[in-house]
């Protein structure tokens, strides 16, 4: 049986591309179909009536038809602009940063309903007043543990030791933590030894805690900047090795972050 | 080797190569473009290369707005007819026809060349905001008109841009978001609708 010349789903847009004279190509990940791409005609006409309900960041309901190669997005109806995200720069960067992570660590037409709404639960929480430092760094660990690269933060992963509350350090190539001894004799082992990057006892509690509860639970925590500066760090360096490219709105971020240290303006 | 193209001759291909590259010319429409030409008068065809040659050549971007130009500066940076009170922001040339085209502007320009972009990796470094601020300082500007497209990178650039030029006490505008002339309603998404009732005047 051949599949419906319509379809609908739910989507948040995470990137667009110009095609033509006034269409938009348009990734949209949505919560059963993973991600997809699809036209979005004349959208970049200000008479258009889909433009607004298909901006970055927006949740909307979207009617697709088929198309030999890409679906034509037919319809679409807000569900949540997320007008927050969108009137503060540091807010529409943050979401930015979740929204390529999104796009870098799938593949198209790939299933995975959890990563939705872990998406979705994200840009929720950053229209929320709190700490947004925060709020990335759960989505980045809870992003890992999604799509398959969840870090070993309880055993070394040379030697299988449980770690002990002492410094230890976290190999990217190694997808996990390293204990002391271990991270000694890789660094004197010689050639080509692994990049690793040491990280504090309260470092990696924190770290565990990210990658095991629930948000609520996470959102009582009250982070130091030094700490928090320590986890972005690691998950940074992690996630730039699994891309095996720099994640470019985080180079944005941090120019953002250097020109206002106040968090006021 | 392309196979399509193997029994014309080397000339044809060659320009059918050249359209191919253009934005928006696919494989067939360079195709009908490059036969066009062919049965067209030699005239034609040489008026289009010397359009094209020229367009090279004579233009450059004016030192003072960054406008496309032919002679530098341009003629609106030039004019004694316009107010060098005001300077309107925008993301590209084509903008200032757009803005041009309404008459209702009599003030100057400055042109971008992009609008921020962080997934893309477009920073502020990348479009001429430096350029802009080396503009205003010490200038008698008195209003600066922020007319970045309303969509994700240009609010994000308006954004950056007022953190910017808020500290050196210059009136700062934005250019309305609301309704666009000749739409219905209903269609109207809630970004667009919000802005538009906290913007709505006196009748």
């Known amino acids: 049986m051949s599949k419906p010349r319509n379809h609908q789903t739910e989507a948040i847009v995470i990137k667009k591309t110009k095609l033509g004279e006034a269409d938009r190509i348009l990734t949209l990940y949505t919560p059963h179909l993973g991600k997809i791409q699809a036209v979005a005609k004349g959208i970049r006409r200000p008479r258009s009536k889909l433009a607004g309900h298909l901006e970055l960041l927006t949740h909307s309901q979207v009617s697709l038809a088929r198309g030999r190669n890409l679906d034509t997005i037919i319809g679409s109806q807000t569900i949540n602009s997320f007008l927050p995200l969108k009137s503060d720069l540091q807010l529409t960067s943050y979401a930015l940063y979740t929204t390529e992570l999104i796009n870098q660590f799938n593949a198209d037409h790939i299933e995975n309903y959890p990563l939705f709404q872990l998406l979705l639960d994200t840009m929720h929480r950053l229209c929320q007043a709190g700490d947004n430092e925060l709020v990335l760094r759960y989505f980045e660990i809870q992003l890992l543990n999604q799509v398959g690269y969840r870090p070993q933060l309880h055993h070394c992963v040379s030697c299988r030791s449980t770690l002990e509350p002492i410094i230890n350090s976290f190999c990217p190539s190694a997808g996990g933590m390293l204990c002391p001894s271990c991270c000694q004799s890789l660094a004197s082992g010689g050639q080509s030894q692994p990049l690793t990057y040491s990280l504090s006892v309260n470092g990696l509690k924190v770290l565990r805690l990210l990658q095991n509860s629930a948000y609520n639970t996470v959102s009582r925590l009250r982070l130091t900047s030094e700490l928090s500066r320590e986890l972005e760090g690691v998950t940074r360096h992690y996630i730039r090795y699994l891309l095996e490219r720099e994640v470019k709105s985080a180079a944005w971020l941090n120019t953002l972050n250097r020109f206002a240290p106040n968090p006021n303006i | ?203």
């Open chain 2, 1 to 203: 080797m392309n196979e399509g193209l193997a029994p014309t001759t080397e000339a044809i291909n060659k320009l059918i190569q050249e359209f191919n590259r253009l934005p928006g010319i696919g494989p067939k429409s360079a195709q009908r473009l490059t036969y066009y030409l062919l049965r067209a008068p030699e005239e034609q065809a040489r008026l289009l290369a010397e359009a094209i040659l020229s367009v090279k050549q004579k233009i450059t971007l004016c030192s003072i707005c960054f406008n496309v130009t032919e002679s530098d500066p341009c003629l609106i940076c030039r004019s004694n007819q316009r107010d060098w009170s005001k300077i309107c922001i925008v993301e590209q040339p084509q903008d200032i026809l757009a803005l041009e085209h309404t008459r209702i502007y009599d003030g100057l320009y400055h042109v971008l060349h992009g609008a921020i972009s962080p997934t893309e990796g477009v920073g502020a470094d990348d479009i001429r905001i430096k350029e802009l601020l080396k503009r205003l300082q010490g200038s008698s500007i008195d209003e600066v008109i922020l007319a970045t497209n309303p969509n994700l990178e240009g609010e994000a650039t308006a954004m950056y841009l007022n953190k910017l030029i808020l500290p050196l006490g210059i009136r700062l505008t934005r250019l309305a978001r609301g309704l666009p002339f000749g739409t219905e309603l209903e269609y109207a998404d809630d970004v667009t609708l919000t802005r538009a009732i906290e913007g709505r005047q006196e009748f």
